[in-house]
């Protein structure tokens, strides 16, 4: 796996798992509330202003330009999730695609 989608593939794990212990934590907070209160609230009422780091997207130093039909083989067998490089591959073998 490239280095890039490592990242990727990381990172969208941690959010999914984040996401859902904060979920979690949010239905459990109501009992926990007043027995720390003091301690808790403070940190959990700032914690989403406190995030640092710089957003993730996977598109560092892209231009923004616009993919050419002729760019796509190359850009399939370089950049495709391997999914993708399945369908294409398939696209271009049969001419088109076919739900099963």
């Known amino acids: 796996v490239p280095h890039g989608d490592l990242i990727s ?3 969208g794990q941690f959010r999914a798992r984040l996401s859902k212990s904060i979920v979690d934590a949010s239905h459990k907070w109501p009992a ?3 027995a720390e209160a003091d301690r808790l609230s403070a940190f959990l009422e700032h914690c989403s ?3 640092m780091a ?3 997207d996977g598109a560092k130093g ?3 330009a616009e993919v050419s039909l002729a760019q796509i083989p190359a850009l399939a067998k370089r950049s495709f999730p391997l999914c993708m490089e399945h369908v294409n591959d398939r696209l271009n073998e049969l001419g088109h695609l076919r739900h099963q």
């Open 54 to 56: 710089d957003e993730y």
């Open 32 to 34: 926990l509330q007043e």
């Open 49 to 51: 202003t406190q995030y």
């Open 62 to 64: 892209a231009t923004g």
């Open 9 to 11: 593939i990381v990172g």
